[in-house]
């Protein structure tokens, strides 16, 4: 068995990978996390109707939580166009910058886990 030669880039490349596998599940925590909250909450005034008002500021953090995940999902994807766009040496602006919308969407995601934190102290709070 001969040693395989790996490409000259190939940590490179790995590392993309990774980082895409990381942030798509980022992406996933802050919609499940947040969707899966409003789910529970739904239901569970199914049976208590008499806590829908308390449970009304969590599931605003809540839905706020799902649509910064819907934003990242939006600045994720302008992300990668800016990419594949950029030219080696031309310069963009700085909205076609790709710099500029990953920027927003981690900051998106950040949001996203701020608003699950907030929702869910804000629900336990209502139901203490």
């Known amino acids: 068995m001969g040693s395989q030669e790996l490409p000259e880039d190939w940590h490179q490349q790995k590392t993309y990978d990774s980082l895409m596998l990381y942030g798509l599940n980022a992406i996933k925590f802050v919609l ?4 899966g909250a409003i789910l529970s909450i739904l239901t569970f005034l199914g049976n208590r109707a008499d806590k829908a008002a308390s449970l009304k500021c969590a599931l605003i953090w809540f839905v706020s939580g799902v649509v910064a995940g819907g934003a990242v999902h939006v600045t994720a994807y302008l992300t990668q166009l800016m990419l594949f766009n950029e030219g080696a040496s ?3 602006a700085w909205h076609k910058n790709h710099a500029t919308w990953l920027n927003l969407s981690i900051i998106f995601i950040v949001i996203g886990m701020f608003c699950f934190a907030i929702g869910a102290s804000e629900a336990v709070s209502a139901l203490s």
């Open 32 to 35: 499940f996390a947040n969707g």
């Open 90 to 92: 031309t310069p963009v």
